[in-house]
């Protein structure tokens, strides 16, 4: 009886120095920090490659996962997927402007204000976080006032939310979205808008060591402990790194031109293959750009319908009218390729340069061939009968009218309207009725001079 007191008396002592022996919920110094880079746009394929960075973090054990950010910031609806997959992490989040010289604009602010941690370098800014209504150029928008604010209210709302729950500078918040606002890296630190300055990734891992952070929607508390760990740097696949590099309004558009000109060349030159091919892999490419944009379609229909003009003045008389017409929708179809009205964030239209330049080079191009196919519908025929016409020839047998005429080595039954033209005679052929060409008296030929001979 004694012994099963001593077995029970010694398991309880062990259970209690385990349980002593269970750490808090920190992470131990001398573990790793995964690090992002995210630099550009905010869009799906940068949603998507933060997203598998904070499920790798989760899954390989990581004290913190650092997004090293620089962006002028994207789609409303990609900002949308970062945050929430922030919120639900189970890792802390720490966002990091860097290097000197980056920004976290429009949609980067709010990022940035889902982070457990929110960091910066110093020459960085942060701010200008207010819904954009724009056109292809830029422009603003005229819509109405109800629209406008019912958009600027939801952005209110939602960043008001993550300034709160991350118990950063909420007033300030809202200034960004309302006002546009937007401060240096230390007014951001005096603001309450970041919680750290830091030169570099290891100064960042000092400053954030021992700090308390919220997990999850319970709001946890959670001790950093990072200083000295390991930096395991997640860099964006190839092809992670290809769709990022085409989804812009930009790359779609070139894309989408150079797929209608590979498949023009492909159908002039039947069986060349070549251009086909080629021309069908920058149609996808830009398909699947377009699919990471929010796509006017009408721009696209603009676009099918410039080559369509352009290539149909190739073999119509219209003398370069279709190739200007043809041009004008290809600049118009450019300009409202990208449905930049939605408030989502900053201007995504095509750049103005880029359309003034592929339109001139592709209305080059196809001038060119209008002007080619001008000359050539110009330029006596070469074959055939009607190349006949305008050549000289010579009279053998008199034209009384009729008679015969030697042209390229053949013999002719000629007629004359003009009377009757002696053998010897040069004509020149005006028309052909079947056989017979009908020729016009033009000059004699010049009869040779005699030889004079010496006398012997």
């Given at each position: 009886?004694?012994?099963?007191?001593?077995?029970?008396?010694?398991?309880?002592?062990?259970?209690?120095?385990?349980?002593?022996?269970?750490?808090a919920p920190s992470h131990a110094a001398g573990s790793h920090v995964d690090v992002l880079t995210f630099k550009g746009e905010v869009n799906p394929v940068s949603a998507g490659y933060i997203q598998r960075g904070i499920k790798n973090a989760e899954q390989d054990g990581a004290a913190a996962l650092i997004i090293t950010m620089d962006t002028p910031g994207g789609l409303g609806s990609s900002m949308d997927d970062i945050i929430q997959a922030i919120l639900a992490s189970n890792v802390p989040v720490v966002v990091f402007v860097t290097p000197g010289g980056a920004r976290a604009g429009s949609a980067g602010v709010y990022i940035t204000f889902a982070a457990h941690i929110a960091a910066m370098a110093p020459n960085t800014n942060i701010g200008a976080a207010h819904p954009v209504f724009a056109d292809s150029s830029g422009n603003e928008l005229q819509v109405s006032d109800e629209m406008k604010a019912k958009v600027t209210n939801d952005a209110v709302a939602k960043i008001r939310n993550l300034a709160t729950t991350r118990g950063r500078?909420?007033?300030?918040?809202?200034?960004?979205?309302?006002?546009?606002?937007?401060?240096?890296?230390?007014?951001?630190?005096?603001?309450?808008?970041i919680d750290i300055i830091a030169n570099d990734i290891p100064d960042l891992l000092h400053q954030m060591d021992g700090r308390t952070v919220k997990m999850g929607a319970a709001l946890t508390p959670l001790v950093l402990h990072t200083a000295g760990a390991s930096v395991n740097n997640i860099e964006m696949g190839f092809f992670e790194q290809v769709l990022f590099a085409i989804s812009s309004p930009d790359i779609a558009f070139l894309l989408l031109t150079l797929g209608g000109l590979g498949l023009f060349f492909e159908l002039a030159n039947p069986g060349s293959v070549f251009p086909g091919v080629l021309g069908g892999l920058f149609l996808l490419l830009a398909f699947f750009s377009l699919g990471t944009l929010p796509v006017n379609y009408a721009g696209v229909a603009f676009i099918g319908f410039a080559f369509v003009l352009l290539i149909a003045d190739l073999f119509l008389p219209t003398h370069g009218i279709l190739t200007f017409g043809g041009v004008v929708s290809l600049i118009l179809g450019g300009a409202i390729l990208i449905d930049t009205g939605n408030g989502g964030g900053i201007y995504l239209g095509v750049d103005p340069w880029v359309l003034i330049i592929v339109a001139l080079l592709v209305g080059g191009f196809f001038a060119f061939g209008v002007t080619k196919a001008i000359q050539a519908r110009l330029k006596p025929p070469a074959t055939g009968r009607e190349q006949l016409i305008g050549k000289l020839a010579e009279v053998r047998v008199p034209l009384k009218p009729r008679g015969l005429i030697f042209l390229d080595g053949q013999l002719w039954g000629a007629v004359c309207a003009e009377g009757e033209v002696p053998a010897g005679s040069i004509v020149r052929v005006v028309a052909i009725n079947g056989l017979t060409l009908t020729v016009v008296l033009t000059a004699p030929l010049q009869a040779e001079q005699p030889t004079a001979s010496l006398p012997l």
């Open positions: 009886m004694r012994n099963g007191f001593r077995c029970l008396y010694l398991a309880t002592l062990i259970a209690g120095f385990a349980f002593i022996a269970v750490p500078n909420v007033d300030w918040a809202e200034q960004a979205v309302r006002q546009s606002v937007s401060v240096t890296y230390q007014d951001a630190l005096n603001l309450h808008v």
